[in-house]
């Protein structure tokens, strides 16, 4: 009899009210060594997590799968025994569902954060494009528009002194003057302002795009020859002004002495390049100096960023890494 009176003053414990005998979640072997793994590799970072759990429900794992499918599958007369903790574990099972359900909202709610804080940064990478943009564009032709009245007021100057030398140079520059600025004036702004306000809007336009004329096959193949063309500046200069001369002089540039006349001017100005047959010749483009870009450094020390448990669930799902995450949360910022 004093048995069975210690038997029924023994209370019942909670698995989660036991310090260091937290029940482990149900997933496969080869998946929770890859995520301890990244996790591992991430708290190498500088940045830390941090639980967002409310405080009242830290700490606490819900009740095992085994002892819930029995609950729900007792019968009436079963209570008469073990009333007292059926109807505790009742209630913790209740607040498992509820501790679950805001997880999840707040899991949704870090999502919606993180989709709309990329599409604000798209907008405003975007509208930077469209003022850098209009900005070059404005420069570029204010400088074809400056080295067009240059080059004019050399050639009326050369052409007044009778220095034949200084008007095929002045020609050779107005005639490069006059392709910038066509060029320029030609140019279709890629990133106006009136496609973002319809992008923002959802709105689809399609834009009609004039046809491309197909290119002339003996420009192609006469441009395959000639590497240097657009690769040299004095030699395409050049090229130019003898198109323009012909042109003028009524030569048709379809035909085959519009390419021969080229050749030969060509062939003569720069003996040393072509070396006697224009098969022969090396491509030679004068180098253009390269850009160096510097490495990316802080010159202040790195910020700390602190993850939370939301948004270290929220990484899981999306099947990246806590360190993946910070990295993108880092740019942000």
């Known amino acids: 009899m004093e048995q069975e009176n210690n038997m029924e003053m023994v209370e019942f414990e909670f ?3 036991n310090e260091g ?3 482990p979640v ?14 591992r590799k991430s708290m190498e970072e500088d940045f830390e997590i941090e639980d967002d759990t409310p405080e009242e429900d830290r700490g606490r794992e819900p009740l095992p799968e085994s002892v819930v499918k029995e609950i729900e599958a007792d019968e009436l007369d079963d209570y008469s025994d073990r009333v007292r903790t059926r ?18 909202v707040r899991e949704r709610e870090e999502a919606l954060r993180v989709a709309q804080q990329i599409i604000e940064e798209n907008k405003r990478l975007k509208a930077t494009l469209s003022s850098g943009e209009e900005f070059l564009m404005q420069t570029m032709k204010e400088a074809a528009e400056r080295e067009f009245d240059i080059a004019k007021r050399e050639y009326r100057e050369a052409y007044d002194a009778g220095d034949t030398e200084k008007v095929v140079d002045a020609q050779q ?3 490069n003057a006059q392709l910038k600025m066509q060029q320029v004036t030609g140019y279709k702004p890629v990133y106006v302002q009136k496609a973002l306000q319809d992008e923002s809007n959802a709105v689809n336009t399609q834009l009609e795009r004039p046809q491309t004329p197909r290119p002339d096959p003996k420009a192609s193949a006469w441009q395959q020859r000639n590497v240097w063309f657009g690769t040299d500046e ?7 002004g003898l198109h323009e001369k012909l042109v003028k002089s009524g030569v048709d540039p379809r035909s085959d002495d519009y390419y021969r006349r080229i050749d030969d001017t ?7 390049y072509f070396g006697g047959t224009q098969e022969q010749a090396p491509a030679q483009p004068r180098a253009k100096p390269a850009t160096v870009v510097a490495p990316a450094t802080r010159s202040t020390a790195p910020k ?27 740019k942000g910022m």
């Open 266 to 272: 060509m062939r003569k100005r720069f003996p040393e």
């Open 304 to 330: 700390k960023i602190v993850l939370t448990k939301t948004q270290v669930n929220l990484a899981r799902k999306l099947g990246i890494t806590p360190e993946q995450y910070a990295r993108e949360l880092m």
């Open 87 to 104: 109807m505790a574990q009742l209630k913790k099972v209740w607040h498992d569902e509820r501790r679950a359900k805001e997880a999840t």
């Open 21 to 23: 005998n937290e029940t």
């Open 234 to 240: 004095e030699m395409t200069s050049l090229a130019l």
């Open 15 to 17: 698995p989660d009210e």
């Open 26 to 39: 149900e997933q496969s072997e080869e998946y929770k060594r890859a995520y301890d793994e990244a996790y």
């Open 173 to 175: 520059r107005l005639t």
